[in-house]
Structure formats: C-alpha cells, structure tokens
C-alpha cells in the first residue's frame, strides 16, 4: 500500500485585532498629554503653565476616541456595557472599565475649574487625576502581562513598559501641539523655544529609559524557555524585525535620541518637531509589536 501524507494548513488565528493596539496607543497619549499638564497647576512648576489648558483638552480628546476601538474590537460591540454588569475583581479589564469612566469624569471637572481659574480646586482634581491617569494605562499593561501563555506579554516589567512609552509618546505630542499652537495659532506666531528646550529635556531622558526597558526585557527573552525564544527571534530577526528594529528602535528611538542631544540639532524647532513625530511612530510600532506579535507565537 502507499504511503499517505496529510497535510493540514490550519491558520494561526489571532483573537485580538490591530484596534486594541491603537487603543492602547491613545489612551497612553492621553495618560501622558493629562500628567504634563499637571505640572504647573498640579505641582507648581510654572515653566510649564503653558501645557495646561492644552494638556488637558488633547487628554480628553485621545480619551473619548479610545473607547471606539476598544468596543470595535468586540464581536458583540453593542454589549460593552456588560462590562458593568458581570463583574470579576480579579480581572482588569473590570478595573479598566471603572477607570475608563472615573479618568475621563475627572478631567471634565479638572479641565472646567482650570479654565474658571479656580486654582485649588484645579490642583486638587489634577491630583487626583494623575493616579487616574496612570491607572488607565497601566491596567492596559496588567491586561497582557497575564497572559501567562504568552511570552512576549507574560513579564512584569510590562506596566510599566507601557507608563514609559505613554510618557515618551505624550511628551513627544506635547512637543508637536506646542510648536503648530505657537507657530499658527498665536498672536506673536513664535515658538517658546524654552518651553520646548524643557520638553526636548524629558523626551530624551524618558527615551532613554524606554530604550534600557525594551533591552532588558529582549534580554531576558533571550534567556528563557523555547516559547520565549520564539519570540525573540520574531522581533529580531523574524517577520515583525521592520516594526521592532526597523520602526521602533532605529526610526522611533535612535534617531530621535540622536536628533535631541545633538547640540546642532536639538536648537532647532523643526529639527525636533521632526524627532517628535518619529518617536511617535516608533510608540505606535511598539503597541502593534506587542499586541499582534505576542499572539503570533503558537500556543504549545
């Protein structure tokens, strides 16, 4: 009799859409646009007064279109306020949907006595707002992290991972609403280079961070059980190496690093405009990396 070979061509199918990706990408953008624009009214730092009003609109703004992609994800969107209804305290995702509804509340409330003038009460909900703010997107991180099937996500350094890179990509929006707000919109049509030198400062300095978060975690990876391995190699020499290597190391971080320390450069507005928005596709490349690259290893 001959022999029969089988072949079955079952597709590796991956539950969770590039949706949860941009949503987790904007509500770090909204984490970070709401912390910068406590600095002043919140913690006093007057240099930064001019990221308030601003900060706090562009956290409600990214807030309100984060959802979306969130109930877009679902098969049943229409269901999401089930979330409320059947409840489990040890999930964050029943957390997140509590936070999802208190961060944005409290902005409001932030955002009306902040343009009413009501300095204490503006410090005291943008106080309040802060471990809000941080909540929201790091349950985002929780949500993987316990994924305990999934090398990629299943590492405690994934938290805060995700406040790093939220600050890092809201410090770089920041960046860009000031300058096209200055330069388009102001009476004086003039850059506050101070205020922007600051900035340049933090995004560097958190970039730096973020960088020494990644490496380590790729690292760690490297060491691990054979899943892990797998998923190493993915992102270094596999088919999502353009999105980590490519997009989120060289393009989102090196260059950026580069373009902000350099004294030739890190002077000039556009020069750092241009390293903002590198940065700020090198965070989006993270969260896709992350999301569709950690659903990519095969279950074993």
């Given at each position: 009799?001959?022999?029969?070979?089988?072949t079955?061509?079952v597709?590796?199918e991956?539950p969770?859409s590039?949706?949860l990706?941009v949503y987790?990408y904007?509500?770090?953008l909204?984490a970070?646009?709401f912390i910068?624009?406590?600095?002043a009214y919140?913690?006093?730092?007057?240099?930064?007064?001019p990221?308030?009003?601003v900060g706090v609109?562009?956290?409600?703004l990214?807030?309100?279109?984060?959802?979306?992609?969130?109930?877009a994800?679902?098969?049943q969107?229409?269901?999401f306020?089930y979330?409320?209804?059947y409840?489990?305290p040890?999930?964050?995702?029943?957390w997140?949907?509590?936070?999802l509804?208190?961060?944005?509340?409290?902005?409001l409330?932030?955002?009306?006595?902040?343009f009413?003038g009501d300095a204490p009460?503006?410090?005291f909900f943008g106080?309040?707002?802060i471990?809000?703010a941080v909540s929201v997107?790091?349950y985002?991180g929780?949500?993987?992290?316990?994924?305990k099937?999934?090398?990629?996500?299943?590492?405690a350094?994934?938290?805060?991972?995700?406040?790093?890179?939220a600050?890092?990509?809201?410090i770089?929006?920041?960046?860009l609403?000031?300058i096209?707000?200055?330069r388009f919109?102001?009476?004086?049509?003039?850059?506050?280079?101070?205020?922007i030198?600051?900035?340049?400062?933090?995004?560097?300095?958190t970039i730096i961070?973020?960088l020494f978060?990644?490496?380590?975690?790729?690292?760690?990876?490297?060491?691990?059980?054979?899943e892990a391995?797998?998923g190493a190699?993915?992102i270094?020499t596999?088919?999502?190496?353009p999105?980590f290597?490519?997009?989120?190391?060289?393009l989102?971080?090196l260059?950026?690093?580069f373009?902000?320390?350099?004294?030739?450069?890190?002077?000039r507005?556009?020069?750092?405009?241009f390293?903002?928005?590198?940065v700020?596709v090198g965070?989006?490349?993270?969260?896709?990396?992350?999301?569709?690259?950690?659903?990519?290893?095969?279950l074993?």
């Amino acid at each position: 009799m001959a022999n029969i070979l089988i072949t079955y061509n079952v597709e590796h199918e991956l539950p969770l859409s590039i949706h949860l990706a941009v949503y987790f990408y904007l509500t770090g953008l909204s984490a970070g646009s709401f912390i910068l624009s406590t600095l002043a009214y919140g913690f006093g730092m007057e240099q930064f007064k001019p990221l308030g009003k601003v900060g706090v609109i562009m956290a409600i703004l990214l807030l309100v279109m984060a959802p979306l992609n969130l109930i877009a994800d679902m098969e049943q969107p229409f269901r999401f306020w089930y979330l409320f209804l059947y409840l489990n305290p040890t999930s964050p995702i029943t957390w997140g949907s509590f936070l999802l509804t208190l961060y944005p509340l409290n902005s409001l409330v932030y955002a009306y006595f902040m343009f009413r003038g009501d300095a204490p009460r503006t410090k005291f909900f943008g106080l309040i707002g802060i471990p809000l703010a941080v909540s929201v997107h790091g349950y985002t991180g929780f949500i993987l992290a316990l994924g305990k099937a999934r090398a990629l996500w299943n590492t405690a350094l994934m938290p805060t991972l995700f406040l790093v890179s939220a600050m890092v990509s809201g410090i770089a929006m920041m960046i860009l609403v000031v300058i096209i707000k200055d330069r388009f919109f102001s009476p004086e049509r003039q850059v506050k280079t101070e205020l922007i030198s600051r900035l340049t400062q933090l995004l560097a300095g958190t970039i730096i961070l973020d960088l020494f978060l990644v490496v380590s975690d790729v690292l760690v990876l490297l060491t691990s059980d054979a899943e892990a391995k797998e998923g190493a190699s993915l992102i270094l020499t596999g088919e999502l190496s353009p999105y980590f290597l490519g997009m989120e190391i060289l393009l989102g971080s090196l260059v950026p690093l580069f373009i902000l320390t350099f004294p030739l450069t890190r002077r000039r507005v556009s020069a750092v405009a241009f390293a903002s928005a590198l940065v700020m596709v090198g965070i989006m490349a993270m969260r896709y990396v992350m999301v569709i690259g950690g659903q990519m290893v095969p279950l074993s």
